[in-house]
């Protein structure tokens, strides 16, 4: 087949023969006539085809450049790209332009970077309300709130914590130095929040579940009592009676749910000034500051082996709580989709709460235990003889004016704050 092309245009064949002077035989096209197969005609300056030596403003027509007796009939082409200037005239400017891939432009372009920021975004709203509505679903709900007449300022939260082994195997049982009580109608944790309204720092009450007061339909006993009588229902009515607080909400765990919550948020940091052991509690902690999982946790809450017995566990129980609700809300456990997924979903399983409280109470609760005022109800006497044992008196004239503060958004009298500290057992 013959070729209309002439041959040793391209630079690595070797010239034909016959060519004058051994120079390369030249097409012969017109200054505005395309070039072959659509490449740029001649320069109509006579400086000839366009070459490698101008293309980055390095060249000069005399040192290889293409002059007037000089040219090549066809130059190595420039890279597919966009010119970014600089020199490149007769005599070349010092390392001036260049050519760039054109690609990169179209992804600078601002309406491409404000189309993947709302992809992302849309992304993101799309996985949080997913994972909202699997956590909502999670969530056990009670009907244990009773109507009031009296009204108080603010938002009131009961807070249990019952001997429900619930989750829990056998084995996990004699780990924990439980028992196997299958009865769960117990509450051994009794705690009463008001959040005010006037936006200062939330109130974290502790009520001894020893304390001695009237149960509706049962006469006096002690407050844990209520809630083995007739489970949470009871019990908020009970301690809406002597307090004159509304309960608003009410939120109650197992033991077996404070195992999981504990281990779901990553163990709970605490700082110990004595060690603390009490085989009974199946607890044996070291002086220091060190992360609980969650078996120390529930032996931590548990023991009673101090010398003011149930009245130094209820502080421990307060600062157990306030780290775990701080460890779930701070910055590094909610930007971590691997730690707050997992935290919420093992704490929205491990919980029960009342059919009017949601998602949204729950994050507002767990917010407001991060820095509460810490105390326990006034007390008269804590070794009260009684027909159902030795009971916790309250002081009724001043637990009328603490609770009376509360339901006001009162600050309460520093010598009715007895604040939390962790203490050794006996």
């Keep these: ?14 010239d034909q023969a016959g060519g004058a002077g051994g120079q390369r035989p030249q ?29 980055g403003g390095g060249g000069s027509r005399d040192a ?45 372009r601002p309406r491409r970077i404000l189309a993947i920021l709302a992809g992302l975004v849309a992304l993101i709203v799309v996985a949080a309300v997913a994972v909202y509505f699997s956590v909502n679903s999670k969530l056990t709900k009670v009907d244990v709130l009773t109507p009031v007449a009296f009204t108080s300022a603010g938002t009131n939260w009961l807070i249990t914590g019952s001997d429900s082994r619930a989750g829990l195997s056998k084995k996990e049982e004699n780990q924990l130095a439980l028992g ?13 929040l008001h959040v005010p309204a006037n936006g200062t720092r939330p109130t974290l009450v502790s009520l001894p579940r020893d304390s001695y007061v009237p149960i509706p339909g049962h006469g006096y006993s002690k407050l844990n009592a209520a809630y083995a009588l007739g489970g949470p229902k009871l ?10 607080l509304p ?47 969650g078996d120390q946790a529930l032996g ?42 997992p935290a919420a979903n093992g704490a929205a399983s491990a919980i029960t709460i009342d059919q009017g409280t949601g998602l949204t109470q729950l994050i507002s609760v767990a917010f407001a235990l991060r820095n509460p005022v810490t105390t326990t109800v006034p007390i008269a006497n804590a070794n009260l003889p009684t027909a159902a044992g030795s009971a916790v008196e309250w002081n009724r004239t ?29």
């Design 1 to 14: 087949m013959s070729n209309d092309w002439p041959r040793g245009w391209y630079s690595d064949e070797p």
């Design 27 to 55: 097409p012969s096209f017109t200054p505005n006539s395309p070039g072959p197969r659509g490449q740029r005609p001649p320069d109509p300056a006579g400086r000839g085809w366009y070459a490698p030596g101008n293309a």
């Design 64 to 108: 290889g450049g293409p002059g007037p007796g000089n040219r090549t009939a066809w130059p190595a082409q420039p890279p597919s790209g966009s010119w970014t200037g600089g020199g490149g005239g007769a005599g070349g400017g010092a390392g001036g332009g260049g050519y760039r891939p054109r690609g990169w432009r179209r992804w600078l």
């Design 180 to 192: 196997h009580d299958i009865s769960g109608s117990r509450s051994d944790t009794i705690l009463l």
């Design 235 to 244: 019990l908020v009515q009970t301690v809406q009676n002597v307090t004159g």
């Design 247 to 293: 309960v608003s909400h009410y939120m109650g765990i197992g033991f077996g749910g404070l195992v999981s919550v504990v281990n779901d948020v990553g163990g709970v940091r605490m700082c110990l000034p004595a060690p603390m052991k009490d085989p009974k509690a199946g607890l044996n902690l070291k002086a220091g500051c060190q992360t609980l999982n």
């Design 300 to 341: 931590f809450v548990r023991t009673r082996n101090f010398a003011r017995s149930d009245l130094q566990r209820e502080q421990d129980q307060r600062i157990l709580i306030k780290g775990i609700l701080s460890k779930m809300t701070s910055p590094g456990t909610l930007a971590n989709p691997f730690a707050v997924i």
């Design 398 to 426: 001043e637990a009328k004016q603490f609770f009376n503060d509360l339901a006001h958004d009162q600050a309460l009298p520093k010598d009715l704050i007895t604040g939390s500290s962790v203490q050794g057992t006996a």
